[in-house]
């Protein structure tokens, strides 16, 4: 899997950029937001997330842990694919998405492209308690912070699991101890993940 990638921004298009990384160009599709924070010619550095189908290895590309975990959580639903979910973040900054879910906003959901309003209920029902409507963290020169899920789901990535395993095991410690700190979240976190396959 690969988790980032890191080096200089080759092309941006609509929907995706090239980062060339030890001669190798990376197709990265991202959404908007992202990609206007890229300067071609410029190095950078994105989270990324692996998508592997029969027929295509596809990587999308993030600026922070936090807009990459809700990637993924938001693939947990049912009908609610890679490009779905990116196109829910696209529309919504991760606070907001966090902030729709856990109010039970569906209305805000149905403005993204794709998502009507059945999806957007079973985005509610499945999701509301697994996400938490506060801020993950404070911006510091411009920075997004890492919340304390994102930083246990990184660790845990790095330990080898899965980063839908990670995701998922963060996300159910999460719902029963919100206010959980990081050892806490990691401990608890791995003891429900088990021994790595």
Do not use: W
Not at 128 to 137: F, I, L, Q, W, Y
């Amino acid at each position: 899997m690969i988790a980032s990638v890191s080096g200089e921004v080759v092309d941006i298009a609509l929907d995706h950029a090239v980062i060339e990384c030890a001669g190798v160009g990376y197709r990265v599709l991202a959404t908007p937001p992202t990609l206007g924070r890229l300067v071609r010619g410029e190095h950078t550095r994105l989270l990324t997330s692996m998508i592997v189908r029969e027929d295509s290895m596809t990587l999308y590309g993030f600026t922070d842990p936090d807009a990459r975990a809700l990637f993924g959580l938001l693939q947990t639903v049912t009908g609610v694919g890679p490009r779905l979910a990116m196109a829910t973040l696209a529309v919504l900054e991760p606070d907001s998405l966090r902030r729709a879910l856990a109010e039970s906003d569906a209305k805000a959901l149905t403005a993204v492209p794709g998502i009507g309003k059945r999806v957007a209920e079973r985005l509610v029902v499945e999701l509301r308690d697994k996400v938490d409507a506060g801020p993950v963290g404070s911006t510091v020169s411009g920075a997004p912070a890492v919340g304390v899920g994102g930083q246990v789901t990184e660790a845990l990535i790095g330990l080898g699991f899965t980063e839908n395993a990670a995701q998922q095991a963060v996300a159910s410690v999460l719902a029963q101890q919100p206010d959980a700190d990081s050892p806490t979240l990691l401990r608890t976190a791995l003891a429900g993940l088990g021994p790595r396959r």
